[in-house]
């Protein structure tokens, strides 16, 4: 109760309205935050940071004015995935009256098209999109090469003091011998490393989310024109760790430590340069809308200004640190937020994270090391961080080969181009005209659903209820004062057009179809006869549609994944001690193995392992080829493989093993020979060194 007591306590005390007591505790806080905001004023004033700021808010400017066409076209697409017209189309739709009905066929296209990349790309999660491998050729150090051309150098010296002459062919031989040693060790001692690697670089991706942000990366690649995923990204997070207490328990205690992370990047928060052709080309700005609890988190981690950030969190009590734009409004109503209303809401602080070239001359101002910069006309790769006029982080780009932690694609790549064109792009008419067939159809049905009445409200009777109408009605008229003989009311029946309709939509539904690569028997839906009506047919048709996503899930091989893992490997070797994988090893992308060709794979194995199930056959692959092949088997089946299959070094121990006790049996099964002293022999020799065989 007492600690209870001390935790209620105000942080401040007003005696009498007049005088205010605060704790030494609040003092000493506030004390800390002002002689950092301070300092943070003072760095922001500097000339080199004014500067910098400057460039960073007139590339803002260019990028964002810009991107406004871009913007509105991918705003157009999400609200087609939701079943939304745009409000200039439904105010058109409105003025005209009748069905404002909207089909989904873009949103159905869409949800194909990500259910078969996530079933190649991501599964079940018991196989990786990617894999590693040694290179075909390990590269063999120069120490090994001066090892081997000495090691047949004392070879041929000993042969020529013992008499024997070597010829050259003789020596080349021996040379080419040495060496495909030394590289079959070297390319074991690759796939051990490769392996290794791989293993350490999929724990990394599983605890930093790198599954999750691909599939919402997939979502992005149906809808938007460009699609990005961002990676690794160094983030301080928390997380629970069993340590143990002073009186021997082990209690779990909630740590903060550095983590790996994935992010899926939304699209409409990328501006790059208007010239740009990729993410790497020109410079590049990334928007963030961060919470207070996520800047306070970047404090401590390495790059970013503790003092600006602190100085950011207390101007950001105030109000402000806005970057408003006119997409802003548009998008809350696109996705539904319509109760939301942007300009009005301070929980969010808007930092810019820029990527881009300054002068070596700007950054030795800057105050860094004339070491690290070499020439100052020569650009160099910064990363910084802005939000408001407090520039929070600011750093040359520690890639060794400069590049931004960024991966981009598209379902539609266009050559030269950094915005490409998105599964909506390519179905944008046929939508238009699937919804155009379908209001005209809803209009047509309405207005042909009933026999239409012509009346003269003039023969009516007073009271006659002119809107009504039911079976059995009866309807009073008067005589026509005129002397007319015509029937006071009359029925017609309004044309249908719907199998005219109903054509026009089958037809640009087929045509979506073709445009994006999905026909509807690709997702289980049947066919329209033809070759679909056999199993070999649908199997050719099914083949012959899945080469262009094969091709997609190529694209994304070659963008996203390859260079996202390879990314990794090489943060890893720089920043982790702990990873010593420095072999020669390659990243190889697998995506692009479809499921079928997948599940036939595992069919072929199968029919394999069959057909060498045999005496003659083991003699050529043996137990080691043999567990290989069960091995690959096990794991198309999601098992465990290292319980189901031993190790090649189990398996030889068990062989080494039987081998041994195979040659007991025989020597205890052997019978003793006597020798001609009448001592036993043991396997035919005799025991003692002086034993001499009876004279015949």
């Known amino acids: 109760m007492e600690n209870l007591g001390l935790a209620m306590r105000p942080q401040q005390l007003n005696i009498g309205g007049i005088m205010s007591v605060k704790p030494l505790k609040t003092l000493l806080a506030e004390e800390a935050t002002a002689a950092a ?36 076209a991918m705003l157009q697409a999400v609200a087609s995935r939701r079943g939304l017209y745009t409000e200039d189309k439904l105010r058109q739709i409105k003025s005209q009256g009748g069905s404002e009905i909207y089909m989904m066929l873009f949103a159905t296209k869409a949800r194909q098209a990500k259910a078969l990349l996530a079933d190649v790309l991501i599964g079940s999660g018991s196989e990786k999109p990617w894999t590693i491998n040694p290179t075909p050729m390990p590269d063999l150090p120069e120490q090994d090469l001066v090892n081997i051309m000495l090691g047949a150098q004392e070879f041929i010296t000993q042969a020529s003091m013992g008499g024997v002459e070597m010829s050259q062919d003789e020596v080349r031989a021996l040379i080419t011998a040495a060496k495909e040693y030394v590289q079959n060790a070297k390319m074991e001692t690759a796939k051990r490393e490769a392996i290794g690697a791989e293993r350490a670089l999929e724990d990394l991706m599983v605890e930093g989310g790198y599954a999750n942000a691909l599939d919402q990366f997939l979502d992005d690649l149906t809808v938007f024109k460009t699609a990005f995923i961002k990676g690794p990204v160094v983030r301080n997070c928390y997380g629970m760790e069993w340590q143990p207490q002073q009186d021997g328990t082990v209690k779990a205690v909630s740590v903060s430590k550095k983590k790996l992370e994935w992010d899926r990047v939304d699209p409409l928060n990328i501006y790059p340069a208007p010239w740009s052709r990729n993410v790497d080309d020109a410079f590049l700005i990334e928007r963030h809308r961060l919470s207070r609890g996520t800047l306070s988190a970047m404090i401590g981690v390495e790059g970013y200004s503790e003092d600006s950030i602190r100085a950011v969190l207390d101007a950001h009590n105030t109000g402000g640190l806005h970057e408003w734009l006119s997409v802003d409004s548009q998008r809350a109503h696109t996705e539904g937020r ?55 982080k600011a750093m ?88 007319s003989s015509a029937a006071p009311i009359s029925f017609f029946q309004p044309q249908s057009n719907a199998n005219e309709l109903m054509g026009v939509y089958e037809k640009f539904s087929s045509m979506a179809d073709e445009y994006s690569g999905i026909p509807k028997y690709m997702t289980g839906t049947v066919g329209d006869g033809g070759a679909s009506r056999t ?118 121990a068990k062989a080494a093993e039987a081998q041994q006790m195979q040659q007991m049996q025989q020597m205890q099964q052997q019978p003793p020979v006597s020798g001609g002293n009448g001592q036993e022999l043991a396997n035919g020799a005799p025991v003692t060194d002086n034993f001499q065989p009876a004279a015949a």
């Open 535 to 652: 199993a070999s047919g649908m199997s050719m048709m099914i083949g012959n549609a899945s080469k262009q996503i094969r091709e997609l899930v190529s694209s994304i091989d070659m963008h996203i994944i390859t260079p996202s893992v390879e990314r990794l490997h090489t943060f890893e070797l720089m920043h982790d001690p702990k990873y010593d994988y420095h072999g020669d090893i390659n990243i190889r992308a697998r995506g692009a193995l479809s499921l079928a060709v997948r599940d036939t794979a595992q069919v072929r194995r199968n029919e394999f392992l069959q057909t060498t199930a045999n005496e003659f056959d083991m003699q050529i692959i043996g137990i080691e080829g043999r567990a290989e092949v069960l091995r690959a088997s096990a794991k198309g089946l999601d098992m465990n493989v290292d319980k189901v299959v031993p190790t090649v070094a189990a398996i030889k």
């Open 338 to 392: 319509r109760g939301a209303d942007p300009t009005a809401s301070n929980d969010l602080i808007d930092a810019l994270q820029y990527w881009g070239s300054v002068s070596g001359k700007m950054l030795r101002e800057w105050g860094l090391d004339k070491g690290e910069i070499a020439d100052d006309a020569k650009e160099y790769e910064v990363e910084a961080w802005m939000i408001g006029t407090w520039v929070i």
């Open 37 to 72: 905001i301070a300092r943070a004023s003072g760095q922001q004033n500097e000339p080199i940071v004014q500067e910098l700021a400057a460039l960073i808010r007139r590339h803002w400017t260019l990028a964002k004015e810009a991107k406004v066409p871009i913007e509105n």
């Open 396 to 483: 040359i780009n520690p890639d060794p080969l400069m590049r931004r932690p960024y991966y981009a694609n598209s379902y539609s790549r266009t050559p030269g181009a950094f915005w490409h064109e998105s599964l909506f792009d390519l179905l944008r008419d046929c939508q238009d005209m699937c919804n155009s067939s379908a209001r005209a159809l809803a209009n047509n049905l309405g207005i042909s659903s009933g026999p239409q009445v012509v009346l003269n409200s003039d023969r009516l009777a007073s009271g006659e209820a002119i809107t009504e109408m039911f079976p059995w009605k009866i309807w009073q008229t008067v005589s026509d004062p005129m002397g």
